[in-house]
């Protein structure tokens, strides 16, 4: 098993930028992939960004070209970097990261805040 807890959520006003980070409670380099999710009031959870073992990144069409997705092995972390924040991006986010193959498992933080105001 494995703890992600998430930081650097807050309120922020619109244009404005936040850095959340997701520690794991242990080594994350079998993880293939982690990445963030965002939940809404009302709506679906959905991906917001990931990012692979090897690299690769993917991005919700909504906050292409504002966010970035980073992981640090040696810290056992992964990183979103928010710019150009707007108030759509309000919402829960969470970590998570997916682990082997087969068998496969998917590890979730408890989520952290972020609030954009406009």
């Known amino acids: 098993q494995v703890q992600l807890v998430e930081s650097g959520g807050g309120l922020v006003q619109a244009g404005g930028s936040l850095r959340l980070s997701c520690a794991a409670s242990?080594?994350?380099?079998?993880?293939?992939?982690m990445g963030w999710y965002r939940q809404a009031p009302g709506k679906q959870r959905e991906l917001v960004a990931a990012?692979?073992?090897?690299?690769?990144?993917n991005y919700a069409d909504s906050v292409k070209g504002r966010f970035t997705v980073s992981r640090d092995n040696a810290k056992n972390s992964v990183y979103l970097q928010m710019n150009s924040l707007k108030p759509e991006d309000t919402a829960v986010y969470y970590c998570?990261?997916?682990?082997?193959?087969?068998?496969?498992?998917?590890?979730w933080g408890q989520g952290t805040q972020v609030t954009v105001s406009s």
């Open positions: 998570n990261a997916w682990e082997g193959t087969i068998p496969r498992y998917n590890y």
């Open positions: 990012i692979t073992s090897g690299g690769p990144t």
């Open positions: 242990r080594s994350i380099f079998s993880f293939n992939v």
